[in-house]
């Protein structure tokens, strides 16, 4: 029995986040809407990254402030074909990325709300170089 819910749990959360996972639209859709792309890579197997995406990521809050400033990307190192110039070995990681694909800022791991919060701000020393 505690098997199904745990089974059901992570399904719901699983289709809770739903992000695009094309990269070239996502370029495509940044430079249209003068934005830039924050690109999550992750997996369905890392418990890191399923915290990330179930805690964090799904927030209203957080979403909102998100979509402001960045068109959304998640790239899954199981289901994704992943361009050359990401890393792909520690995750959760995260990319910040100009709307040509030009990367901004990088870092990895988990983080919650406050800190992902204090990581955007962190990012926007960087975004003007």
């Known amino acids: 029995m505690r098997y199904l819910i745990l089974v059901i749990a992570l399904l719901s959360t699983l289709n809770a986040f739903d992000w695009p996972s094309d990269y070239e639209e996502a370029l495509e859709q940044a430079k249209k809407e003068k934005k830039n792309i924050y690109l999550l890579i992750g997996s369905e197997y890392c418990h890191f990254c399923t915290k990330l995406k179930s805690n964090v990521l799904v927030k209203d809050e957080v979403v909102k402030r998100l979509k402001k400033d960045y068109v959304l990307l998640y790239l899954s ?43 955007l701000e962190e990012v926007e020393m960087f975004k003007d170089d």
């Open 77 to 119: 190192t199981v289901m994704d074909e992943i361009p050359g110039q990401f890393e792909t070995k520690s995750i959760p990681r995260h990319y910040f990325l100009k709307e040509n694909g030009k990367i901004i800022y990088t870092t990895v791991g988990y983080r919650n709300i406050q800190g992902f919060y204090e990581l």
